[in-house]
């Protein structure tokens, strides 16, 4: 199937930890994204990567810290977690940054 | 930064009816997407539509770049079409980034 993919779907994690999550997308985009959807359902872009070079560094505290292997992966790895990061972690893909598909969502609680 | 605002927050429907979702947005834009998120949370790609008009189904968008709106149409909805409907926009100034609005909830009853 072509798609988005990342992983792990859930994540429940104490306060303090450091977590990695995953992505890949086999359609061949050129650009990757991290968003952030808070408990309002507010969505918010974190990071964009586009050919692997960051393009897009929003204002997101520098515990995160996103990582691009290649072109079909963005990876994000979070330090010393807060309670206050629990929210879901979409990424994201796009050709020449026009229609953006989204990955099915990872759901982080720091306990 | 550039305003995405949409309208009405919240949208209760029998099944059957038609419904337009509206999306305003503060500047010009070069890029802008409607997205359905499910009940289940994923985020669906409705349309890529920074211009015009398009159709798929019995969903369709128009957007008038010029008096900065677009309108999302759904006719005869059904169960399925319940969840968050957002419109996403990228600014014709600034860093290129995706703006999300605050998105309009859709509950459609049988």
């Known amino acids: 199937d072509t798609a988005v993919s990342q992983t792990p779907k859930y994540l429940v994690t104490q306060m303090g930890n450091d977590k990695s999550i995953k992505c890949e997308q086999n359609?061949?985009?050129?650009?990757m994204y991290w968003y952030k959807q808070d408990s309002k359902k507010f969505l918010k872009i974190m990071f964009s990567y586009n050919n692997k070079e960051l393009i897009i560094n929003e204002t997101v505290p520098n515990r995160f810290s996103p990582k691009s292997p290649d072109k079909a992966h963005l990876n994000l790895h979070i330090n010393s977690l807060e309670l206050g990061d629990s929210a879901v972690y979409f990424c994201?893909?796009?050709?020449?940054?026009?229609?953006?598909?989204f990955g099915s969502g990872t759901r982080l609680t720091v306990v | 930064g550039i305003q995405v605002e949409q309208s009405p927050p919240d949208l209760i429907l029998q099944e059957g009816a038609n419904s337009t979702l509206r999306c305003n947005f503060s500047?010009?834009?070069?890029?802008l997407q409607w997205f359905h998120q499910n009940p289940w949370g994923q985020l669906i790609n409705l349309f890529y539509?920074?211009?015009g008009t398009k159709q798929n189904g019995r969903l369709s968008a128009t957007t008038v770049a010029t008096e900065r709106y677009s309108l999302l149409y759904i006719s005869s909805s059904q169960t399925t079409d319940s969840g968050v409907y957002f419109c996403a926009v990228v600014g014709n100034f600034g860093n290129e980034k995706l703006t999300f609005g605050t998105g309009t909830r859709l509950t459609i009853i049988p």
């Open positions: 994201a893909s796009s050709h020449h940054r026009a229609r953006v598909t």
């Open positions: 539509i920074p211009s």
């Open positions: 359609l061949g985009h050129d650009t």
């Open positions: 500047d010009s834009v070069n890029n």
